[in-house]
């Protein structure tokens, strides 16, 4: 995301102006102010606390199925300091954001679980570098997800995405 095509600034959590990309962190990768609005940036912010998701695999709760817990960029409007602040109910604008290079079949039931696990108020993105087969399109737009083109002949269209989401005009 070109966040200074937005007109915003970058703020890490350790008070820099990178942004702390770590793999199911429990606190966000940092903050981008826009508008005169900040929003959190999370880089694979995980639905469950990420001991849980480890004891389940340890203790083969989870071996019959798939868990997807972490989508790979959740932003949210306001400041958000750590997960369980947004476990606990977070009730204002987020979008969810699901990079693809392909997209599959299996990638369905990924979105359609973070459909079920973020509330209705989520905007739903997946962006793609390849194009999505028509066969999936439908689905995606039932379940209420914005399909995004991210090839370099598309690419204004993810910048459009995130505009839409930081002007609040895209909700499922």
Not at 2 to 23: P, T, Y
Not at 28 to 42: E, F, H, K, Q, V
Not at 62 to 77: A, G, L, M, T
Not at 107 to 127: C, G, N, R, W
Request: glycine share 8%.
């Amino acid at each position: 995301m070109a966040v200074d095509e937005l007109g915003g600034k970058v703020e890490g959590r350790f008070k820099n102006n990178r942004l702390q990309l770590a793999d199911a962190d429990e606190y966000p990768s940092g903050y981008i102010r826009a508008d005169g609005d900040t929003y959190t940036l999370w880089y694979q912010f995980s639905l469950k606390p990420h001991i849980q998701v480890v004891g389940e695999g340890i203790l083969g709760l989870s071996k019959d199925e798939v868990q997807h817990v972490r989508p790979d960029i959740v932003v949210f409007k306001g400041r958000v300091e750590d997960a369980d602040d947004v476990r606990e109910g977070f009730e204002d604008k987020m979008a969810v954001i699901d990079a693809k290079v392909d997209f599959a079949e299996e990638d369905i039931e990924q979105i359609k679980s973070y459909s079920e696990a973020f509330p209705d108020y989520a905007s739903l993105i997946v962006a793609c570098l390849d194009r999505v087969p028509i066969r999936y399109e439908d689905e995606l737009e039932e379940i209420g997800c914005q399909l995004v083109d991210l090839r370099p002949d598309e690419s204004e269209e993810y910048r459009n995405a995130i505009g839409d989401f930081i002007e609040g005009e895209e909700r499922r």
